[in-house]
């Protein structure tokens, strides 16, 4: 078996020089650099201007391609313009615009099309939690009187939470696969790897393995739990998000190791099951990738009111399954001396560490996160560029989101179709689904203020309540607050930060003025429907002061 060693170089302009540009795309100019969402009017961008003629001609190119992809090879001597190893929701989503740019596709999938995010991760847990949503409010009688409801009484049945989870997560990964087949793209079976440039094998073990050939490959393979040394996993009383999903059991008593977003979501879950639940964080305060004003407010109200207690500055040395009638043990001890604290005893222990990438295999050298500059072009030990070779999404390791994997690969299409294409990762938002929710886009205060000393300017911020917002107080769920971090001199926004209702669908309105450059003096005149939660973001705007005479116009952001 040949190996693939990262160590050629290419500049990037002949990477992008490379694809195949389609007939919609002919309009446009190769070496053009194109900013996810930026307005039309800020980059001159022709697409956003085209006439209703231009739209259906490239109707008409977007079908024939549909029924043309797999017909016939790339028309340079590949068997594909694209080849992507992996349908996760990355590879998804750059298959799809791939033909739709004209590019011959085929993807590569060795488990199950939708990957991480569809069958064991977002797209379950959302079921989950809308479970432990309904659970919650209907177990809350003061609130439920408060709007005049009374509840007898509430209960659940475990199976059909967990049918409901693995119901919705076939559903999706069906429509992803019609998807893909309605628009033409190849789906092969197997797991592929890298044996030459430009050359890719795949299949299953016990089956002859084919090789093909692609002017250009995506590696979308995603990532899989990370299990800290001294863990044992048994899948039933010692388990990873993984097996949590399933919900096969709700244990009496579970701790849950690391406090980030996939502790917290299980969290919301276990507790409005019934279960107690216990944090293990090796760091010396919960919730440590939150904005520490938004960590400190979560922690009263999604972790103090509940039944939940914790231990901070501890790391799980061991932990062993629940065998012989004797409970799960967790051994813990200080982080920083390494002695021993304590040893608990729990029905249960879920593993949330974090995740690390699924690269082995693959045929590269590199065997952890795959290393990939601002276009994702791969890069090897020396920082030179791969040709023809791109990784987006969690193996990457650059922001390990679902709907950042799939931005990263169309950014890669539009650069293979020759335009070249910069992601600004700070305008790509994140979300963690409690009750209530807590949303983020861009830097947290302490990273904008460090950020503010190093290159000499002022940072202002500006707060605002749930309580002053009519439809939150209406819905009875005043608890929550915004806050905006930003620069007075030149109203760009730094970051928005917020914990509350809907939290998850109102952070875009911030992501999107940081995607297309929009200062403040405009949002300010940007006009809400009342009564919504979205006039939460309107009194954030509203209360930022910018600095008389700065001008209106929007600039570039900077790609990050």
Avoid at 275 to 299: C, H, R, Y
Avoid at 339 to 344: D, I
Avoid at 439 to 464: C, I, W, Y
């Amino acid at each position: 078996m040949h190996s693939v060693s990262i160590s050629a170089s290419a500049s990037a302009s002949a990477i992008a020089s490379g694809g195949a540009r389609s007939k919609a795309a002919a309009g446009r100019r190769p070496g053009e650099i194109r900013f996810c969402g930026l307005r039309g009017d800020a980059l001159a961008c022709a697409s956003l201007r085209a006439s209703h003629a231009a739209a259906a001609t490239r109707r008409a190119v977007l079908r024939a391609a549909a029924s043309a992809n797999g017909a016939a090879g790339s028309g340079d001597g590949f068997d594909y313009d694209l080849v992507i190893i992996g349908a996760g929701v990355g590879g998804h989503g750059a298959a799809l615009h791939a033909v739709e740019e004209g590019l011959k596709t085929a993807i590569i999938e060795g488990d199950v099309v939708g990957g991480t995010c569809v069958n064991r991760g977002c797209v379950p847990s959302k079921a989950l939690l809308a479970v432990s949503g309904r659970m919650r409010e209907l177990h809350d009688e003061h609130h439920m009187k408060s709007l005049g409801l009374q509840v007898s009484s509430t209960g659940y049945d475990r199976q059909a939470v967990a049918d409901h989870a693995n119901n919705l997560a076939s559903k999706i990964r069906s429509n992803l696969t019609n998807s893909m087949k309605a628009m033409g793209v190849d789906i092969l079976t197997g797991f592929g790897k890298i044996v030459g440039k430009q050359k890719v094998r795949y299949g299953k073990v016990g089956f002859p393995e084919k090789e093909i050939t692609a002017k250009n490959i995506i590696i979308a393979t995603g990532s899989v739990p990370f299990v800290p040394k001294g863990i044992e996993i048994d899948g039933k009383t010692v388990f990873t998000s993984d097996h949590a999903l399933k919900l096969e059991s709700v244990p009496d008593w579970i701790a849950i190791v690391g406090s980030g977003y996939i502790g917290l979501e299980f969290s919301d879950v276990y507790t409005a099951l019934g279960s107690e639940v216990t944090f293990v964080e090796a760091l010396d305060q919960l919730m440590p990738g939150f904005d520490p004003e938004i960590a400190k407010l979560a922690q009263r109200v999604l972790i103090n009111t509940r039944k939940i207690d914790y231990h901070t500055g501890v790391f799980a040395s061991k932990i062993t399954p629940a065998k012989d009638g004797k409970p799960v043990l967790i051994e813990l001890i200080d982080a920083k001396t390494k002695e021993h604290k304590e040893t608990l005893e729990v029905d249960a222990a879920l593993i949330a560490t974090g995740r690390a990438p699924f690269t082995s295999g693959l045929g590269l050298e590199n065997r952890g996160f795959i290393p990939v500059d601002e276009r994702m072009q791969v890069t090897d030990a020396d920082g030179n560029v791969v040709p023809n070779l791109f990784c987006i999404g969690d193996a990457n390791g650059k922001l390990m989101l679902a709907h950042a994997a799939s931005a990263q690969g169309i950014s890669v299409v539009e650069q293979i179709s020759g335009r070249d294409h910069i992601l600004n990762h700070l305008s790509i938002p994140a979300a963690c689904f409690t009750h209530p929710e807590i949303s983020m886009v861009g830097l947290t205060e302490p990273q904008a203020r460090e950020k503010a000393d190093n290159e000499g300017f002022e940072v202002s911020v500006v707060k605002t309540s749930f309580k002053a917002n009519t439809k939150a107080l209406a819905e009875n769920e005043g608890d929550g607050i915004a806050k905006m971090i930003y620069r007075p001199d030149t109203g760009e926004i730094l970051g928005v930060h917020i914990l509350g209702l809907h939290a998850a669908d109102l952070i875009h309105e911030a992501s999107n003025a940081i995607a297309l450059g929009t200062r403040l003096q405009e949002l300010k005149l940007a006009v809400h429907a009342h009564p919504t939660l979205s006039e939460v973001l309107d009194e954030l705007f509203k209360a930022a002061k910018v600095n008389s005479g700065v001008s209106h116009s929007v600039n570039e952001p900077v790609a990050a």
